[in-house]
């Protein structure tokens, strides 16, 4: 159980899975009012940077899941970084599958909400975990403006059909649906998506020099031949991204 190896190479550098950044994360945890001893469950928490700094500059304690075992790793070193190790866990299993044993304050899913199969289920399997009055956070894509019909446009943003992803306002739209408040959200901008998605063509890059032979290579190569085109041209300008702060009405 783990995720491809074409995924860890690609992300190598990378501290944050998302595009987000470390500020990004310290704003979403002083506007949601992180208190010392709030518990977070942090399901798909990638290497461990939101939880483990907010531990570090809020004393929340919790847990993180990751179906990676390299995310895992990385995690538990970022918890020793940050001198958080007695105050967070890192565990590596299937999160579409874990519900906290103590209900939490804080129950999130940031960019990973194809665990419950899209963004209505993930926020049922959160809303297991939380306590009555808790916040979920989810990190979701959006389209930025009318969503695209084209093959090359919806192939190069990640989307089988226009309507993979909602607009910004029928996904806020879509969380009243579901019976919750918006209380508190922090948006991806251009820069942080670049930081995400450029750095990843230096890693590929970077291991395309150095293991020529692999037999990843040809599949590597052709994507870092098509990549940063097609994210300038399509991503980059119609694809948003943010982290929800949700309270059950």
Known sequence: MD???SY???ESSHRICDPFTAEKFAILGAAIRLRPGMTVLD???????MLSSWARDHQVTGV???????????AIERAAEFG???NVEY???DASHHVSAEPVDVAACIGASWIGDGITGTIALLERSLRPGGTILVGEPFWRGEPPTGA?????CHAETPDFYRTLPALVEHFGELGYDLVEMVLADED??????????????????????DELAPELRAELDTAPLEYVRYSRPLLGWGVFALMKR
């Not at 942080?192 to 032979?213: F, G, K, V």
């Open 3 to 5: 995720l491809p190896r």
């Open 8 to 10: 860890t190479i690609r």
């Open 43 to 49: 399901l798909c928490c990638g290497k461990g940077e």
């Open 64 to 74: 993180g899941i990751d179906i990676s075992t390299v995310s895992i790793a990385a």
């Open 84 to 86: 958080v190790s007695d």
């Open 91 to 93: 565990l590596h299993g």
């Open 152 to 156: 090359e446009a919806l192939q190069a």
């Open 192 to 213: 942080s998506w670049d930081r995400y998605r450029a750095a990843s063509w230096l890693n590929l890059r970077t291991w395309l020099d150095e293991n020529p032979h």
